[in-house]
Nanobody, 126 residues
């Protein structure tokens, strides 16, 4: 019923930028805290950035601080991840996730989220 669709991934050279988008359908977007995670074949899925339901609180992994910015537009049912100064180690599939907030789990944990998108590939070349 609930769908999350990511877009905006692609191939970029180191130092470049990408903006990812995630559109949510099937329920009220404003009720969800949202997060971005990433995963490559050799690693577990890891937290990148999160934003609360109202958009007035954001959280970042240390690897993302100062380079990435998460934001949301509740009128458009969309969450964004602006990625600047990209590095080869940022290469991964990036996933959008939605959290109903009904679990007492912090938003950096994968299991805190009920809804997941299919992912969008980000590849950063040297």
């Amino acid at each position: 019923q609930v769908q999350l669709v990511e877009s905006g991934g692609g191939l970029v050279q180191a130092g470049g930028s990408l903006r990812l988008s995630c559109v949510v359908s099937g329920r009220s977007f404003s009720t969800l805290a949202m997060g971005w995670f990433r995963q490559d074949p050799e690693k577990e899925r890891e937290f990148v950035a999160g934003i609360n339901w109202s958009g007035d609180a954001t959280f970042y992994a240390d690897s993302a601080k100062g380079r990435f910015t998460i934001s949301r537009d509740n009128a458009k049912d969309t969450v964004y991840l602006q990625m600047n100064s990209l590095k080869p180690e940022d290469t991964a599939v990036y996933y959008c996730a939605g959290d109903l907030g009904r679990k007492q789990l912090i938003m950096t944990e994968t299991i805190a989220y009920e809804y997941w998108g299919q992912g969008t590939q980000v590849t950063v070349s040297t």
